[in-house]
């Protein structure tokens, strides 16, 4: 049976993976998706925020640099201090409004009776056990009107690095969906064109949808050291909402609306 996977025991070696001395994958992550967001125009007003499974605090800390007040859940203590850390050592705002909490979104959901204007969940359905359940549960929260951003680990990336890397008994034997016992690797990665097909029954219009890492990840370690970042980041941008990029993508950001 699984369970959901909390990073306590792996923050550390997230931290190194993603995010450290500005690595361009967690560079490219949080430019596209800001991009994105910046695109809607729906920020440009104070919002409340739920940033389901905030990490490391980097969405919570752009979100209420710009006067947003936001509230960050994250079930992961060691996570949660390196997100405190992070958000005391860099916001400038002295009027900030953030609030952190540890809790799971479904042990959120259940003490919580507030709604919020924009809800922030990125990567974290690919660590539940039952990511559609899941999700259902944490739009109790967003009020009707309410916007959503959602960022989910691709599963058709998964198997494209299982064949490039010349895994094809993986493949063959379609276990792509780690067991949850070592490592990073997601325990549901999920097919976007799927989870496009949750939305009407959650009451979600699909307002914006954009690859994350459409072709970074693919490229030999030698040759991205040699890529100049400025460069990485344009063409991401540009290749992000054009298919067969965004189906590749490693991670896939769709930006809805809840219509009731």
Not at 216 to 230: A, C, F, G, I, Q
């Amino acid at each position: 049976m699984k369970h959901d996977r909390i990073f306590d025991g792996l923050t550390q070696r997230f931290q190194r993976k993603i995010y450290s001395n500005n690595d361009p994958r967690g560079q490219i992550r949080l430019h596209i998706v800001q991009q994105d967001l910046q695109q809607q125009h729906f920020l440009s007003q104070p919002l409340s925020i739920l940033d389901a499974g905030g990490g490391m605090g980097q969405m919570t800390h752009w979100l209420a640099e710009q006067g947003h007040s936001v509230t960050m859940i994250e079930p992961s203590q060691e996570m949660l201090q390196v997100a405190q850390q992070f958000l005391e050592a860099n916001t400038t705002r002295t009027t900030a409004d953030i609030s952190l909490q540890q809790s799971t979104i479904q042990g959120f959901v259940e003490k919580n009776d507030n709604q919020y204007d924009f809800i922030v969940c990125h990567a974290v359905l690919e660590w539940l056990a039952e990511p559609q359940e899941t999700l259902v549960q944490l739009l109790a929260l967003l009020k009707p009107g309410g916007y959503l951003s959602l960022m989910f680990f691709n599963q058709h990336s998964k198997v494209m690095r299982h064949l490039l890397g010349g895994d094809l008994k993986t493949v063959l034997d379609n276990r792509i969906a780690s067991d949850g016992h070592s490592g990073l690797a997601p325990i549901s990665p999920l097919i976007p064109h799927e989870v496009e097909g949750w939305l009407p029954e959650m009451e979600l219009e699909l307002l914006s949808w954009s690859g994350v890492r459409c072709f970074y990840d693919y490229s030999h370690p030698e040759v991205r050291k040699k890529m100049l970042l400025n460069d990485v980041l344009e063409l991401e941008r540009r290749y992000s909402q054009q298919e067969p990029w965004r189906s590749i993508a490693r991670y896939q950001h769709m930006i809805c609306r809840k219509t009731h």
